[in-house]
Each structure stands twice: as structure tokens, then as C-alpha cells.
């Protein structure tokens, strides 16, 4: 596999760069944001994923690892190949895609050209369990999230920001932040509904 590409950026066009690498020019496909980067004649580095298949060998390159990771993981989605992968990812930040796949926000998911109800709808269910935080239900009538009791709640709610992107200070504040609401839940129900505490500090974070 190629990880990564740096070199002279020989030419830029609307959807791919030339990189020179030994005196090889690599042709590699990247989202505008990745393009906006890059500079014709002056260094350049991105990070790639090699796509093969039978007839072809496609270099997509992308301005870090975490676009890379995420576009690998999009593609093992049902109905999901490289193009959308990478559509996505034109369309949207990481934080953004993770955030509406963790919680299952198809609306926010189908802005995405090529993808439809039905296909966010997949995508939520294949990757929901592996995008790296915990989720919430997908549709109305569906299981409720596991409870979880007062000490765990906090650390899974530290995990799925961080995971998200968020750094360990933000998550920090956020969490200690939603103490009350925890602990109101707790004095009501008899429970902390991880899912409820983490859209609350989703909004609180993207202010």
C-alpha cells in the first residue's frame, strides 16, 4: 500500500494533483479541500489510499491519516465505493462525518450527492458500531442505548469526544459541564443515558 506521497507538486487540475516522487510524476486524486493545499511547483505531501481493480490503479490522496482512515472505513459500507467515499469527504469535515454517522443523522448524511435516504441508512447501520464512539438509536422504535451506571457513563462519554476529535481538555470541560444534567437523570430515572449527555455536549462543543 502507498501511505503517503511527497514531492514537487508538478500540475493541479479540478480533481487531481501530480506529484513528483523519484521523477515519477504519481497522478492522485484528492477533494478540493486537499487541492487548496497544494501549490504547483513548490512541496507537497499527502496522504493516499490505493484503490485496485482489475483495471485500473487509483491513487486518492487526502491532507492527513484521519481522512485517509475514514475514507477506507466508508468503503465498507454497503453500495459505497471510492467515488462517494471521497464525495463525502469533499462534502464534509471528518468531525462532521463521524458525528452524523455515531448518531445517525441521515438528514445530514444525504447532502452528500450520490447518497440517498436509503443509502445513509446503510451506511449508519454498517459503521455505526466502528466510527469510534458510541451511538445513538438509529429510528424511532429501535432499542434503547444500554444504561450505563454513574462512573462509566463519564468515561464513555470521554471516549466517544475524543473520538470524535475533540481534544482531552475540551472533553474534560464538556463532561464536567453536564454533571447536573447526570445527576438529575440519575435522582429521576435511576440512569445515565450516555446517548441524551452526548448530543448535549455536541451542541455545547459547536457553539
Known sequence: M????????RSLSDTSAVIE???VGMLVQCTPGTLARLRVGEHGSVSTSLVVRE???TLFGFAGDDERELFELLQTATGVGPKVAQAVLATMPVREVRQAIALGEIGVLTRVPGIGRKGAERMVLDLRDRIGML???SAPGAAPTPVA?????RDQLLGALTGLGWS???ADEAVAALEPMAAEAMERDGRVEVAV???AALRSLSR
Do not use: F, K, N, Q
Request: a negative charge; proline letters at 11%; hydrophobic letters at 45%.
Open 21 to 23: 516522487v523519484g521523477g
Open 2 to 9: 502507498i501511505a503517503s506521497v511527497s514531492g514537487t507538486v
Open 168 to 170: 482531552s481538555g475540551e
Open 135 to 137: 451511538s445513538a438509536p
Open 197 to 199: 449527555l452526548l448530543r
Open 149 to 153: 451506571p454513574v462512573a462509566p457513563w
Open 55 to 57: 483495471d485500473s490503479l
